[in-house]
């Protein structure tokens, strides 16, 4: 049995690990320039990223290249991952478009739907990826939120979560051109 004292600790405890979202998409309401995924994503896009653990420890850094068209009536982005280990992974996103805004995305590792909504410069996406845990696999929850902030910049935060518990946070920079064609 726990004692109500105990009870309202850990519910503070939990309520201080997760955090409460600040940000809404109202927010973002008028500002430019608007997000468009389709738009932006079409044709080459890379990124750099990172995972940090919810001490804030960098645990991952890695690089993706990324390919985005129509085939039919789906947005199709084709993402080739590099690890800074030298591990590789990809991934497929079938994305839907739909009313005002709104998305529905696939993908092979993802657990049922994504789901997306843009709002002036901001999409937020959720939705539940299964990632590789020993011999096993895991089921987190991502918050992804993507601000373009121009013609050729995103910067994408994601929250990620176990139990309603944040187990880490992921943090990308995407750029329209090849940053390493950019730096000759």
């Known amino acids: 049995m726990i004692r109500r004292p105990a009870l309202a600790m850990t519910l503070a405890i939990a309520f201080l690990v997760t955090g409460c979202s600040s940000m809404k998409l109202e927010q973002f309401q008028g500002t430019e320039p608007a997000f468009d995924l389709t738009d932006y994503f079409a044709g080459k896009t890379w990124a750099h990223g990172v995972f940090e653990g919810r001490g804030g420890e960098i645990k991952r850094q890695f690089r993706v290249e990324i390919d985005g068209y129509w085939e039919g009536e789906e947005f199709v982005l084709d993402e080739d991952f590099v690890y800074d280990d030298g591990e590789t992974d990809q991934r497929t996103w079938r994305i839907t478009p739909g009313d005002e805004g709104e998305y529905v995305g696939r993908a092979g590792d993802i ?59 992921v943090t990308l920079f995407f750029v329209k051109s090849d940053p390493d064609e950019a730096r000759s």
Do not use: C
Not at 151 to 160: D, G, P
């Open 111 to 169: 657990v049922g739907t994504a789901t997306g909504h843009e709002v002036g410069q901001a999409l937020n996406w959720q939705y539940t990826l299964r990632l590789p845990y020993g011999d096993s696999t895991i089921d987190v929850k991502f918050d992804d939120w993507m601000i373009r902030r121009s013609e050729h910049v995103v910067i994408n935060r994601a929250t990620v979560s176990k139990f309603g518990f944040r187990v880490g946070e």
